[in-house]
T-cell receptor
Framework: AQTVTQSQPEMSVQEAETVTLSCTYD???????LFWYKQPPSRQMILVIR????KQQNATENRFSVNFQKAAKSFSLKISDSQLGDAAMYFC???????????WGAGTKLIIKP | NAGVTQTPKFRILKIGQSMTLQCTQD?????MYWYRQDPGMGLKLIYY???????DKGEVPNGYNVSRSTTEDFPLRLELAAPSQTSVYFC??????????FGEGSWLTVV
C-alpha cells in the first residue's frame, strides 16, 4: 500500500532560524510527484513546493527547499529564516503518475516562536 | 481569476437533514475531488471524478453522493446528516498536470 508518513506531529522554531520537516513515503512506482502544502488557521490549502521524482535536483521556492532522497523515499522540507507567517499545518502529499489521487500525510504543526 | 469556488462556506445542519455542497471550477480541469478534514487530521478523499459523467469512490464515501454532469461542476450531496459528518470539506481540481487547486473549504456542523 502507498503511504505517506510525517513523524513529527508538532515542531517549533525560533523566528529567523531554520527548521526541517520530515516526510517519508512508501511506493513501488518509479514516476511520481511529491508536494508540500501549507494550511494556516484559515484552513486554506496553499501549495508550498513540488518535486518530480525523475528530477534529481531538489526543488526550491524562495525560503523553502526540499531534500529529496528517492532511494530512501524521503522528502523533507526546509524552511529558512522562519517568519511568524510560516506558522501553520504542513502536509506532505504523494501523487503517483499511474493514479488519480493524492495520498496525504497526517500533517506537522509548525509553531514559530517570536 | 476564480479558480475553485465552493458554497456555502459555513452551514449548520440538524441530524437527518440533507444538503448539497456546491463546487465549480473555471479552469476546464477534468479531474475533480472532494475531501473532508476532521479536526487535527489530514485530508481524506470522499469521491473523485476524472471527467464529466464519471465518478468514483474514495476512501470515505459512505453517507455521500456526487454527480458530474458538466466539466465545471461537482456537487457533493449529504443524505441524512449525522454528527460524524461534522468536518471541513474541500473541493479540488487539476488538469492533466500534477498540481491540485483547492477551494477555500466549507465548514459543516451537524447538531
Amino acid at each position: 500500500a502507498q503511504t505517506v508518513t510525517q513523524s513529527q506531529p508538532e515542531m517549533s522554531v525560533q523566528e529567523a532560524e531554520t527548521v526541517t520537516l520530515s516526510c517519508t513515503y512508501d511506493t513501488s512506482e518509479s514516476d511520481y510527484y511529491l508536494f508540500w502544502y501549507k494550511q494556516p488557521p484559515s484552513r486554506q490549502m496553499i501549495l508550498v513546493i513540488r518535486q518530480e521524482a525523475y528530477k534529481q535536483q531538489n526543488a526550491t521556492e524562495n525560503r523553502f527547499s526540499v531534500n529529496f532522497q528517492k532511494a530512501a523515499k524521503s522528502f523533507s522540507l526546509k524552511i529558512s529564516d522562519s517568519q511568524l507567517g510560516d506558522a501553520a499545518m504542513y502536509f506532505c502529499a504523494y501523487f503517483p503518475d499511474s493514479n488519480y489521487q493524492l495520498i496525504w500525510g497526517a500533517g506537522t504543526k509548525l509553531i514559530i516562536k517570536p | 481569476n476564480a479558480g475553485v469556488t465552493q458554497t456555502p462556506k459555513f452551514r449548520i445542519l440538524k441530524i437527518g437533514q440533507s444538503m448539497t455542497l456546491q463546487c465549480t471550477q473555471d479552469m476546464n480541469h477534468n479531474y475533480m475531488y472532494w475531501y473532508r478534514q476532521d479536526p487535527g487530521m489530514g485530508l481524506k478523499l470522499i469521491y473523485y471524478s476524472v471527467g464529466a459523467g464519471i465518478t468514483d469512490k474514495g476512501e470515505v464515501p459512505n453517507g455521500y453522493n456526487v454527480s458530474r454532469s458538466t466539466t465545471e461542476d461537482f456537487p457533493l450531496r449529504l443524505e441524512l446528516a449525522a454528527p460524524s459528518q461534522t468536518s471541513v470539506y474541500f473541493c479540488a481540481s487539476r488538469n492533466g498536470g500534477n498540481t491540485i487547486y483547492f477551494g477555500e473549504g466549507s465548514w459543516l456542523t451537524v447538531v
